[in-house]
C-alpha cells in the first residue's frame, strides 16, 4: 500500500474533495446566501446590478485565496505536531 504522502503527490488525494459533502447546517445556509443574492439582484438595474455582481466575484476571490491560506496555515501546524510527536520529544 502506497504511503499517503505518494498518493498526494500522484494525485490520489484531493484535498477539496475530502470534504465535499455539506452538511445540512451548511446546505441552508448556503441556500439562505443563494436566496439573499437572488432577492438582491431583482431589486437592482444597471449599474449597480454590474457593481454587485463584480462585488460578488471580488468576493468569491477573497474567500478562495483566504480559504488556501487556511489550508495551508492547517497543513504546517498538523506537519509541527507531527514533528514535534515524533522528532522534538526523542530529544529529551
Do not use: C, H, W
Amino acid at each position: 500500500m502506497a504511503n499517503i504522502i505518494e498518493d498526494f503527490y500522484y494525485g490520489n488525494i484531493e484535498p477539496q474533495e475530502v470534504n465535499s459533502e455539506l452538511t445540512p447546517k451548511l446546505k441552508k445556509k448556503l441556500s439562505n446566501l443563494a436566496e439573499k443574492e437572488e432577492q438582491l439582484i431583482a431589486r437592482l438595474n444597471g449599474e449597480d446590478k454590474k457593481l454587485f455582481q463584480n462585488y460578488v466575484g471580488a468576493y468569491i476571490e477573497f474567500t478562495t485565496t483566504s480559504n488556501t491560506d487556511s489550508f495551508i496555515s492547517g497543513f504546517r501546524i498538523g506537519a509541527r505536531f507531527t514533528y514535534d510527536t515524533f522528532i522534538e520529544n526523542k530529544k529529551g
